[in-house]
């Protein structure tokens, strides 16, 4: 932010995290939301990279609704199965970098991985019928 004054009543603003309750269906959870707050005035002025937090908070959320893993659990499994997230994206499904952005909250995982990990977390031995099937990266 250039300014540290407010855009709505112009008094000063000062860089704080105050919670914030985000709702998806019927899920909610509390978080800190970073971002520039006024004195005076209930307004706010977030970043993208404050934005991200509320958004990645979101994603968990919706993994709950959705019954899909959430970023963490995703990421014990990958580790589980001794795969990097390159790796793990050609063999599982998603691509190079799906496993960055699932483990990160950027993105949730798509049913087919959710079911493919959620299988692989029951039996790991499957992963060598996946690494036979997956053609070599060029």
Known sequence: MNS???PVCGSHMHRDAKPMTIVYEKHDATIEMPGWYCVDCDESVHSGKDMQVSDRALTVLKASAKNLLTPDAVKRIRKRLKLSQREA???IGGGSN???KYEAGDILVSHAVNS???L???DPTGLEILRARTPVAA
């Open 89 to 91: 994206g050609r063999v």
């Open 4 to 6: 540290s004054n407010c």
């Open 116 to 118: 493919a990990l959620l």
């Open 120 to 122: 692989l977390d029951h």
């Open 98 to 100: 799906a496993f960055q």
